[in-house]
């Protein structure tokens, strides 16, 4: 308990004597029990909530004395608060059950992504396909074949090549390139697109002529078909589920033949995100193969750990799963001579197919296959009377829905001793949210996955997969809560120039930003949180006030000097601010429970009560603190609004959109707060610059923002691995890279209690 009380933050304090705790006792049965129960458990219909909570010794003291007992606050102050809190800190307050239990290792099912993404990577083993490379990010946009048409040749002759950075162009009447021809001409745009974040997409082309679109595909058929239709403007989508940190290709024709103008856009939709032109930084000249992304709803992930977690076992996922599975065995069928490198006229394919499959059900299930296991999954399934489409399909199945597919950590509970097979599995899953490829089983057959240095250099090798990077960003969103939440929307009334576009820009300046600080630069946790320069679009650079726009163009998206657009520290990038606002107005109770969770790794109960904020019900004059600070008046409140409060009256010189301002209500904004940190010290602070100075100084936010890495990468709590060595998470973590601190985790966590072949 001494290594995870340095680890995850929590706090010793010295004990009261025996007396004193009678004393307190005996004040806490007479005042408090009615309400909190005699033994602090909570009273159904009074205070339902266990005395349980971070608070220190000091600020609990101060609670009690300003508001119990709730009804007569005054009977309880100075010598009696002191010892009834002494008591209650002593006998309840920080001993919830995850603080006093061991966890162990529970077996949980793959989440929704580590499905997919597995499925994805187990067919792309095959010598007939290939897992698709990292792109090469210094060539973005599409390679773009220029040809003029002669009749209804879309290739008659080939006038440039060249590199577009993206696909928006009304050529009028007039045509791409001096010297082509005006009655007739096509585009041919080719490479892949890694999309920033995983979820639903939606692909927009626009045009007033003929297009073939193709998105992860082949380049047989076409994903959108249009080359028969031209003469009017329309619009044509698709929708597909893509996997965040993985290219794709991308392929768009298109052609003129007598038509009177020409013009051709390539959007999208991305999750959370609106509709806007496919920005250049997510297109890329290089040709990648298609994947395998599985496009089944399924259903959503058990949250209720504060993370996704692969826990809830029902009859919808059951069925969802299946039909995933069955759309995978029809893949596998349309695909099968590519995927076994055979071909009808091949004297030897039903064999290469068998042989292809021991393979596919061996990375399946993550480690060698027993002769049973062989028999039962593949060898008997190629019966004569069996059609080869019904024996891949069934095959397919029954290893997708296998539990030694779906519930990785079997082998981990399964094993007394760990063996490097369980440490690839979990490696493979805490970066990749996948399982083992070929290389790794290739590396363990040979005994080359046994020592310390081998598990360290495939972890490094595998941590700058664009993959890796993917599962680091979706942590990031997730730790910033806005991985589930659609844009900010606000009242166009109050604030007409916060369109769709300012969103869009809001939200992939923010994703750049988090990028560019952890794999670009390198970046640590002070590095992150300071934020001296955020990326601002030519829209940004408009609404929020930057006068010097001749920098910027269209689609740049230029870093700025931080503090020249008023802000200080990351939670105050714009789109976090008006992600936490209302559509009208400033929320400082939202905005303080992200600062007081997320940032200074603060705990917070639920309330006790939903309370529904209505401006009308106060004085219009009022500024927005004064309506907050009235509506969170009484006692029952104050025990966390205290600290709600504080942390989001420091941000209420910025508006429900994130721009600076000077009035609210006629007054200028009071920023200025007294705050009481988790050892009951109290702070005065006038302004997010305080409040960076000190979330960089609290070691409270470090713990946390550890605590909350290791539950999204592990999807396990931090109790199940208690003998974990903290010096390894802790040590210098001021200067740590990100990225170190990423891998030294996952190396931590994967090899616990691997013993290394010396």
Known sequence: MASLAVIFGFVCWAK????????????????????????????????????????????????????????EPKLCRGEDARLVSNYVFETFWQKPERFSKSGEITLARLTNRQFRQSVADLFAQSPGTRIPVGVDREKQGLRAAYYDVKKMNRRHQKKKDRVDTVVDFDFGSGVPLEGMNQDGFSVLWQGSILPPETGWYEFFIHSYNGFSFWINADGKKASIDETVVGGEEREKSIRLFLLGGRPYPIMLDFFKFKDPIAKIRLSWKPPHGNKEIIPKEFLFQQSVPPSLIIQQKLPPDDSSYGFARGTMIEQAWDEAITFAALEAGRFANDKIDQLAQTNNEDAKRREKIETFFLEFVKYAFREPLTE???????????????????SVEEIVLLTLKSPRFLYPEWQALAKKEKDPYVVATRLSLYLWDSLPGRTFH???????????????GQSKRMLEDDRSQAKFQDFLLHWLEIDQNDPPQKDRKLFPRFDDQVISDLRRSLITYLGSVVWEDRGTLEDLLRAREIPISKKMAGYYGVKNLRDFNASAFPLYPAEDLGRKGLFTHPYLLANYSYVDQTSPIHRGVFISRKILGRSLRPPQEAISFKSSDFDPKWTMRQKVTALTKPANCMACHDLINSTGFLLEGYDATGRVRTEDGGKTPDTKVAYFDREGNELSMSGPADLLKHSLASESSEMFFIEELFKYVAKQDPSCYKNMVNKTLLKDMRTNKLTDLYLQLCLEAATDGFAYVR
């Not at 029990?33 to 220190?56: I, N």
């Not at 290739?442 to 360290?456: A, W």
Request: aromatic letters at 8%; glycine letters at 8%; a positive charge.
């Open 442 to 456: 290739q590396l363990m057959e040979k005994g080359n996955f046994c020592k310390k240095s081998q598990v360290e």
């Open 16 to 71: 009261p004597n025996e007396s004193e705790l009678l004393k307190g006792k005996a004040i806490f049965e007479k005042q408090c029990a009615e309400c909190h129960g005699s033994k602090g458990q909570g009273v159904v219909g009074e205070y339902e909530k266990p005395l349980t909570g971070d608070w220190p010794l000091e600020k609990l003291i101060r609670v009690v004395e300003k508001t119990m007992p709730e009804l």
């Open 372 to 390: 049973k296991q062989k028999e039962f999954f593949v060898l008997s399934r190629f019966e004569k009377s069996k059609s080869l489409s019904r």
